[in-house]
């Protein structure tokens, strides 16, 4: 017996009509066939919904429905079996990336295609080609690498994921270097920079650290004591204690969302118009100094003096470091 298909009245051919032209225009040429059963529609209804395309569109300006402002169909491949729209109003006029802003999501999406958890996805791919078919000028090559090895993020990965320890040698914010031997609970990242939240034995206390500063990771064959169930962990990767720096810092009103990790507490107007003011906690000047870096350009550091001068001596001092190299190549 012949399989019955779906049969559609009033708003649902309509919808159904919405629904197949940019289902036709990512495949190009389709069997009627293979639409049909797409939709749980029958191959009839494929057809007269195809065969009316041509009489759809939208006006011109001109106000009136010209030849140039509707649909077309191939319509001796549409007799064989086939769809094939040669011409998309609605579509092909509608807004598109530039070279430059697809090649951006496009970054952005290879980065996200190089975790080990997003190897095999093919969501990403389809993506990746239908930006490059879809901007209005074909974007640069981009290629995007990762600062942490992808067998460092997956090992943690496994070890959260088993409920097993890791141990590392950890090098501090200040250059302290020690051997860690942490409960893994999750891996975050903020921009190109991925960290591991864990339970730290040695201090008994829930610690955040950063995966460039790992070395020599491995997991240990004991389980872990603390599962990612014995916490409640906040979405911010930062958290305040009572013995934070405050540090007021001036930075552009729209480069203020850039530091929501950092959690920034109120603000309020600038040195000068666009400028705006608040106030971050951090537990050192060493995290001060690094949060500058990032954001060269960006952030400037108002108060207290101490935070002031620390920065100040610290720029100075990498400004020094770039003068003599300079001047020994040149030598």
């Known amino acids: 017996m012949a399989e019955r298909r779906r049969t559609l009245l009033g708003a649902d051919r309509t919808l159904f009509m919405l629904s197949v032209v940019p289902y036709l225009l990512d495949r190009g040429a389709v069997a009627v066939d293979e639409v049909a059963e797409h939709f749980d529609v029958t191959p009839e209804l494929v057809r007269r919904t195809i065969a009316l395309l041509p009489m759809t569109g939208i006006p011109g300006e001109s106000k009136a429905y010209l030849d140039n402002d509707l649909f077309e169909i191939d319509y001796d491949a549409l007799e064989e079996g086939t769809v094939i729209l040669t ?33 095999d996805s093919d969501a990403i791919s389809v993506l990746l080609a239908k930006l490059a078919r879809g901007s209005s000028a074909t974007p640069a090559e981009v290629g995007v690498e990762s600062g942490v090895p992808d067998a460092t993020r997956a090992l943690l990965r496994s070890a959260a994921s088993a409920g097993t320890r890791v141990a590392f040698d950890y090098r501090t914010s200040r250059g302290d270097a020690e051997r860690r031997i942490v409960d893994p609970l999750r891996l975050e990242s ?13 201090r008994e206390a829930l610690r955040t650290f950063r995966l460039d500063r790992m070395d020599a990771v491995e997991v240990l064959p004991e389980p872990a004591t603390r599962t990612i169930d014995d916490f409640s962990l906040s979405d911010e990767l930062f958290q305040g204690s009572p013995d934070d720096l405050e540090v007021v810092i001036e930075v552009p009103v729209d480069g203020l969302p850039l530091l ?50 620390v920065v100040a001596e610290w720029a100075e001092a990498g400004a020094e470091q770039y003068a003599a190299d300079a001047e020994s190549h040149a030598g």
């Open 87 to 119: 011409r998309n109003i609605v579509i092909d006029e509608a807004p598109r990336f530039s070279a430059r802003e697809a090649a951006a999501l496009i970054a952005g999406l290879k980065y996200l295609s190089a975790l080990p958890e997003n190897a």
């Open 190 to 202: 903020i921009d190109r920079d991925w960290y591991l939240r864990g339970w730290d034995h040695a």
């Open 260 to 309: 929501a990790d950092y959690r920034p507490e109120g603000s309020e107007p600038g040195s000068r118009p666009g400028l705006v003011r608040t106030t971050l906690r951090v537990a050192h000047h060493h995290g001060l100094k690094r949060i500058v870096a990032g954001y060269a350009g960006i952030v400037t550091v108002v108060s207290p003096p101490e935070a002031r001068r």
